[in-house]
């Protein structure tokens, strides 16, 4: 057991809310890396996939190489994403790129061809897509929005790395996808994976299988989320009987309870391949990191070069291995050949895409505007402690001469004084401040602080008699 005051090894502690604004302050800039469906394919995505349960400790991971600030992990079957925050963009790219190759296993030279690097407005415009759903394989599908939430959500728990900057980015990317599908319709009538997972079965049924889709016998292997959506889609194309292999009872129960129209068979893994020799489509959507399914194992159960079986993986990391399609009579397919069956439904919302997009530039704007606003926090400070300084100096003075000419003051009189000194530096410095983070573009920002600087000539420091004297300067 761990104190509550001590740091578990290689968690990295939580930083008090001085410490993200001071860090935050300090120019700290919003990076991506990551690849996706777009620009690997799914042999490469499936070897730095990250359980969502270890989202927090890979983060921990790269912040503690020294060279990032914060950092956070998205990790799904069609993209894996790194978001973090640095002042040296050059060191910390450096650093997360040699932490991916270690984890996968991959060379840096392989890596690189194959993810994306992005920085500043770029890393923020992107983020605001994902979430948005643009940048999905399927346009607009909502899935991609809840998995952004809970980026954002595990990156602002104990152990997560989100910090101030990069905490904001994801809240904001999380506001903007929900109103992308709140005041477009770029999510209406649109799929997921699984549906697209569907009309791809449904698609070449009768040329891979010799029977319409609607007389296959069915089966789903896991019983996640992906399995209850592919059950809905299957179920509103009116096939009713599915079979369930799960390695236990909970969730298929659970599932047969929110579809009591559709009749499921509840089958643990040990009945996996008996499954299998019965089906006509079987589709995997497990988080196992190993091959369910592979050539030898087809063979094995007398699968191979038999009755003609269609494999459908919809999992990242596979679950059925790519030799399956060397198999006589067996087709397989897994998320990367979705494309095709997509095509058209990209097509289809390019009005509302760019819609979306109008909508996606105001809170990346907001985020930027924000993120630029914090450059103004030292002169903030400066401001403040300078006023606060001048405003001790005088009060003591004040004080020592309401004590010599009145004695009997009491102590609740000279707090009067002392809120009524306060409440005169508060008001007179509410306009500069309030003008400095209201200041929008970065040029603007940078002339408001050079005037305020001068104005309240903070480069001078306040002596002991309450005046202000240069700060020296190195010849």
């Known amino acids: 057991m761990i104190a509550s005051n001590e740091i578990a090894p290689g968690m990295k502690r939580k930083r008090t809310k001085q410490e993200r604004l001071e860090a935050a302050s300090k120019g700290l800039q919003v990076h991506v890396v990551g690849l996706s469906i777009h620009h690997a394919s799914v042999e490469v995505r499936e070897k730095l996939a990250i359980a969502e349960a270890d989202w927090n400790s890979a983060a921990n991971s790269i912040v503690s190489t020294g060279a990032v600030s914060e950092a956070a992990i998205l990790s799904t079957c069609n993209r894996f994403e790194v978001y973090y925050s640095a002042s040296d963009a050059r060191q910390a790219m450096a650093a997360v790129t040699t932490y991916l190759a270690e984890r996968s296993g991959l060379s840096v030279s392989v890596l690189r061809k194959n993810l994306f690097m992005l920085s500043g407005d770029d890393a923020v415009w992107h983020v605001m897509r994902v979430s948005g759903g643009l940048d999905s394989l399927i346009v607009g599908e909502g899935q991609i929005l809840s998995q952004v939430r809970q980026c954002h959500l595990h990156s602002i728990e104990d152990d997560g790395c989100g910090g101030k900057v990069l905490s904001r980015m994801l809240n904001n990317a999380v506001c903007a996808g929900k109103r992308v599908r709140s005041e477009t319709a770029i999510a209406k009538g649109s799929v997921s994976i699984s549906s697209a997972a569907v009309e791809l079965s449904e698609m070449y049924s009768l040329s891979d299988l010799n029977i319409p889709f609607s007389e296959a016998r069915l089966a789903v292997v896991g019983a996640g989320k992906m399995t209850r959506l592919l059950i809905t889609h299957l179920a509103s194309r009116g096939l009713k009987e599915i079979t369930?292999?799960?390695?236990?009872?909970?969730?298929?129960?659970?599932?047969?309870?929110?579809?009591?129209?559709?009749?499921?068979?509840?089958?643990?893994?040990?009945?996996?391949?008996?499954?299998?020799?019965?089906?006509?489509?079987?589709?995997?959507?497990?988080?196992?990191?190993?091959?369910?399914?592979?050539?030898?194992?087809?063979?094995?159960?007398?699968?191979?070069?038999?009755?003609?079986?269609?494999?459908?993986?919809?999992?990242?990391?596979?679950?059925?291995?790519?030799?399956?399609?060397?198999?006589?009579?067996?087709?397989?397919?897994?998320?990367?050949?979705?494309?095709?069956?997509?095509?058209?439904?990209?097509?289809?919302?390019?009005?509302?895409?760019?819609?979306?997009?109008?909508?996606?530039?105001?809170?990346?704007?907001?985020?930027?505007?924000?993120?630029?606003?914090?450059?103004?926090?030292?002169?903030?400070?400066?401001?403040?402690?300078?006023?606060?300084?001048?405003?001790?100096?005088?009060?003591?003075?004040?004080?020592?001469?309401?004590?010599?000419?009145?004695?009997?003051?009491?102590?609740?009189?000279?707090?009067?004084?002392?809120?009524?000194?306060?409440?005169?530096?508060?008001?007179?410095?509410?306009?500069?401040?309030?003008?400095?983070?209201?200041?929008?573009?970065?040029?603007?920002?940078?002339?408001?602080?050079?005037?305020?600087?001068?104005?309240?000539?903070?480069?001078?420091?306040?002596?002991?008699?309450?005046?202000?004297?240069?700060?020296?300067?190195?010849?």
């Open 244 to 475: 369930i292999v799960n390695r236990s009872m909970q969730r298929p129960q659970e599932l047969q309870e929110q579809f009591p129209d559709v009749d499921i068979d509840i089958r643990l893994v040990d009945d996996l391949w008996d499954v299998i020799g019965r089906s006509d489509i079987v589709y995997t959507a497990t988080s196992s990191t190993g091959y369910l399914i592979d050539e030898a194992l087809l063979e094995e159960n007398g699968l191979a070069g038999g009755r003609p079986l269609m494999l459908v993986d919809i999992s990242v990391p596979r679950n059925i291995a790519e030799d399956c399609k060397m198999v006589p009579s067996v087709a397989a397919y897994n998320v990367d050949d979705l494309k095709a069956v997509v095509a058209k439904n990209t097509a289809m919302r390019q009005r509302e895409m760019i819609e979306a997009e109008i909508l996606l530039r105001e809170e990346a704007a907001a985020f930027s505007s924000w993120r630029e606003s914090l450059s103004a926090v030292p002169t903030i400070n400066q401001l403040q402690e300078k006023a606060n300084a001048l405003r001790r100096k005088e009060l003591e003075k004040c004080t020592k001469k309401l004590n010599s000419s009145n004695p009997n003051l009491t102590d609740k009189e000279l707090e009067a004084v002392e809120r009524l000194s306060r409440g005169i530096v508060n008001k007179l410095l509410h306009g500069p401040m309030t003008h400095l983070r209201k200041t929008e573009s970065i040029e603007d920002k940078k002339a408001t602080l050079k005037e305020l600087s001068a104005m309240f000539r903070l480069e001078e420091e306040v002596n002991t008699n309450g005046r202000v004297k240069p700060t020296s300067r190195r010849k």
